[in-house]
């Protein structure tokens, strides 16, 4: 377990944390996801599947504290319109999962990648929806502007980040999705209902620093 409290962590904290618990590259072998979280086999046929993605959970240092921001996904998307979200998308053919991440983050919400600094990768996350997202966890210097693309974006949103590292604030919920029980992570801020994949992926970031 970290010695160091969330609310305790600064930016240089968190970089040294990070060299410690966080992958530097992607690990073909752990796989979080929502079969683990309900504590099932994972479904090889899923896996096979999949589509690759990848998402950035971009920690902004500010001064009064790191912070997290996340989005809230456009109303009328195919997929999770609606809900809270890391910026991400669907790995091109011809690119790295980093390289996806950082694009993400341009094109959604105009978060440029000078301000970003890569720190390390949690474990993949495999989704009910059929896909297996490579989360990328980044410091950002808070000097950007963001552009939010309207077609992707309703609004962003930043959220403390010794909140979601609490796991006092973690609340493991379960609803009928597709006729089957799942089980999820939720973690409410206020009016914000963060859950599903985004809560899941918060949980293993929690779970890699201060666990």
Same mark, same amino acid.
């Given at each position: 377990?970290?010695?160091?409290? !969330?609310?305790?962590?600064?930016?240089?904290?968190?970089?040294?944390? %990070?060299? $410690?618990?966080?992958?530097?590259? /992607?690990?073909?072998? %752990?796989?979080?996801?929502?079969?683990?979280?309900?504590?099932?086999?994972?479904?090889?046929? +899923?896996?096979?599947? %999949?589509?690759?993605?990848?998402?950035?959970? @971009?920690?902004?240092?500010?001064?009064?504290? /790191? *912070?997290?921001?996340? *989005? /809230?996904?456009?109303?009328?998307?195919?997929?999770?319109?609606?809900?809270?979200?890391?910026?991400?998308? $669907?790995? &091109?053919? &011809?690119?790295?999962?980093?390289?996806?991440?950082?694009?993400?983050?341009?094109?959604?919400?105009?978060?440029?990648?000078?301000?970003?600094?890569?720190?390390?990768?949690?474990? @993949?996350? +495999?989704?009910? *929806?059929?896909?297996?997202?490579? @989360?990328?966890?980044?410091? #950002?210097? !808070?000097?950007?502007?963001?552009?939010?693309?309207?077609?992707?974006?309703?609004? *962003?949103?930043?959220? @403390?980040?010794?909140?979601?590292?609490?796991?006092?604030?973690?609340?493991?919920?379960?609803?009928?999705?597709?006729?089957?029980?799942?089980?999820?992570?939720?973690?409410?801020?206020?009016?914000?209902?963060?859950?599903?994949?985004?809560?899941? #992926?918060?949980?293993?970031?929690?779970?890699? /620093?201060?666990?």
């Amino acid at each position: 377990m970290s010695a160091i409290s !969330p609310r305790e962590l600064t930016p240089d904290g968190l970089r040294a944390l %990070a060299r $410690t618990r966080l992958r530097a590259e /992607l690990s073909a072998e %752990a796989l979080s996801g929502d079969h683990a979280i309900a504590g099932h086999e994972v479904d090889a046929q +899923l896996i096979a599947a %999949a589509r690759p993605a990848a998402v950035l959970a @971009p920690i902004i240092a500010r001064a009064e504290g /790191l *912070t997290m921001l996340l *989005t /809230l996904r456009a109303a009328d998307l195919r997929n999770h319109s609606g809900q809270i979200a890391f910026p991400g998308g $669907t790995i &091109d053919r &011809d690119e790295k999962p980093g390289e996806t991440a950082l694009r993400e983050a341009r094109e959604e919400i105009g978060l440029e990648a000078r301000f970003i600094e890569p720190l390390g990768w949690l474990d @993949p996350y +495999l989704t009910g *929806t059929g896909y297996h997202v490579a @989360p990328l966890v980044a410091l #950002i210097d !808070p000097g950007f502007a963001l552009r939010l693309s309207p077609g992707e974006v309703a609004e *962003t949103f930043e959220t @403390p980040f010794a909140f979601l590292m609490d796991e006092a604030n973690h609340r493991l919920e379960e609803r009928i999705w597709r006729g089957r029980p799942r089980k999820f992570y939720a973690m409410p801020y206020g009016e914000r209902y963060i859950w599903g994949i985004t809560a899941g #992926i918060l949980r293993n970031l929690y779970e890699k /620093l201060f666990t």
